[in-house]
Structure formats: structure tokens, C-alpha cells
Antibody
Framework: EVQLVQSGAEVRKPGESLKISCKGS????????IGWVRQMPGKGLEWMGI????????RYNPSFQGQVTISADKSISTAHLQWSSLKASDTAMYYC???????????????WGQGTMVTVSS | YVLTQPPSVSVAPGETARITCGGN??????VHWYQQKPGQAPVLVIY???DRPSGIPERFSGSNSGNTATLTISRVEAGDEADYYC???????????FGGGTKLTVL
């Protein structure tokens, strides 16, 4: 079964760093791009960016460029999303997702992780 | 690239729901649609304007022309109640955008 399993919920204080993960299984991890999507409480979906695990080619939504870092470790079939200094406004659910086709990272996402809730509060 | 969806659509069981997604010349782009129920991750229901992933009922269909893409849900059931989001990739800017979402209420 193709699946993406994300790390558990996190609670951090403003200014702290954080790295969350997304582990792929059931398919060749280096063949497909992986994307990250943010959903703030009660709000809609926002595309943050994508990474190709084979060579770590990464594309960011300009709104998130410089605010987060997307990375991947193909040796353990895992993608990461990290912050160096969290803000309260980073409080959100974060989803990783895989496109339905390996031809492009911009294709529709047909496989989603279960989501990681990040809460930033003093 | 801005995608505009109505905040809410209401329909009685058994009727047809149409959820629109407006954008400048969106007919020239590939549109994808997702369903998201409370507390769950989104589920792809339509991709490339009108293709259905396996496991998605035939009641779900899509169209795209001009400045409007439409997700149509026929014979609506209570279980279809959810938020629906459209998504496009703008190749000219390499940006991916989601619409603001539409809450479908089954009366």
C-alpha cells in the first residue's frame, strides 16, 4: 500500500526550531516529488513547495521562501519541513502529499499524509 | 493567480451540486479538485479537469472552460458534505494555487 506517514503533533514556543517528517512507503520514494501543504486553523489549503528526493531539487511558493526549509533524505525515504525560528502564526496543520504522476511535481496530489499539527504558543 | 470559489453551496439529498472555481482563462489550465471532511486530510476527487481517480464514484464529474471550472456532484448524499477545493498550476509563474474552498451542505 502506498502511504505517507507523518510525525506526531508538536508544541513549541516562539523562536524555537522544529523539523517535522513525512515517510513514504509502498513505492519508489526517489521517483516522485513530495509536496507540503499548510492549513491554518479554520482556513483553506496553501501550497508551500515541493522537493524531488532523488536530487533534492526544491521549489518554493514565494510566500514561504525563506520562512521554511524543505529537505529529503532518500536513504530513509523521508521528507522534512523545518523552521529555524517559529512564530505564533506558524500554528497550523501541515500535510505532505505525493503527486499522482512522477512526471511533474505540479500534478494533482493523490496520496496525502495524515497531517502534523504544529502549535506555537508562549 | 487567483482562484475564486463560493464560500458555500447547499443542496438537498438526491439533487445535483455544482461548485465553481473562477480564474482568468482557467480553461487553459489543468484543474484538480479535492474533498476534505472535518479532521481528515484532503482527498483527490477530480484531476486534469474531469478525470476521476480510482475509487471515486461516477457521481463526481468536472468540466473546465473559459474563466470557470466546475465540480458537479450528482445524486448528492449526506456523506458528500465537506469542503471542496480547486487547484491549478500556473506554468507562466511556476506557482500552484488553491481556491479558497467551498463548504457543501446537504440539507
Amino acid at each position: 500500500e502506498v502511504q505517507l506517514v507523518q510525525s506526531g503533533a508538536e508544541v513549541r514556543k516562539p523562536g524555537e526550531s522544529l523539523k517535522i517528517s513525512c515517510k513514504g512507503s509502498g513505492y519508489s520514494f526517489t521517483t516522485y516529488w513530495i509536496g507540503w501543504v499548510r492549513q491554518m486553523p479554520g482556513k483553506g489549503l496553501e501550497w508551500m513547495g515541493i522537493i524531488h528526493p532523488a536530487d533534492s531539487d526544491t521549489r518554493y511558493n514565494p510566500s514561504f521562501q525563506g520562512q521554511v526549509t524543505i529537505s529529503a533524505d532518500k536513504s530513509i525515504s523521508t521528507a522534512h519541513l523545518q523552521w529555524s525560528s517559529l512564530k505564533a502564526s506558524d500554528t497550523a496543520m501541515y500535510y505532505c502529499a505525493r503527486p499522482h504522476s512522477e512526471s511533474s511535481g505540479y500534478n494533482a496530489f493523490d496520496i496525502w499524509g495524515q497531517g502534523t499539527m504544529v502549535t506555537v504558543s508562549s | 493567480y487567483v482562484l475564486t470559489q463560493p464560500p458555500s453551496v447547499s443542496v438537498a439529498p438526491g439533487e445535483t451540486a455544482r461548485i465553481t472555481c473562477g480564474g482568468n482563462n482557467i480553461g487553459n489550465k489543468n484543474v484538480h479538485w479535492y474533498q476534505q471532511k472535518p479532521g481528515q486530510a484532503p482527498v483527490l476527487v477530480i484531476y486534469y479537469d474531469s478525470d476521476r481517480p480510482s475509487g471515486i464514484p461516477e457521481r463526481f464529474s468536472g468540466s473546465n472552460s473559459g474563466n470557470t471550472a466546475t465540480l458537479t456532484i450528482s445524486r448528492v448524499e449526506a456523506g458528500d458534505e465537506a469542503d471542496y477545493y480547486c487547484q491549478v498550476w500556473d506554468s507562466s509563474t511556476d506557482h500552484v494555487t488553491f481556491g479558497g474552498g467551498t463548504k457543501l451542505t446537504v440539507l
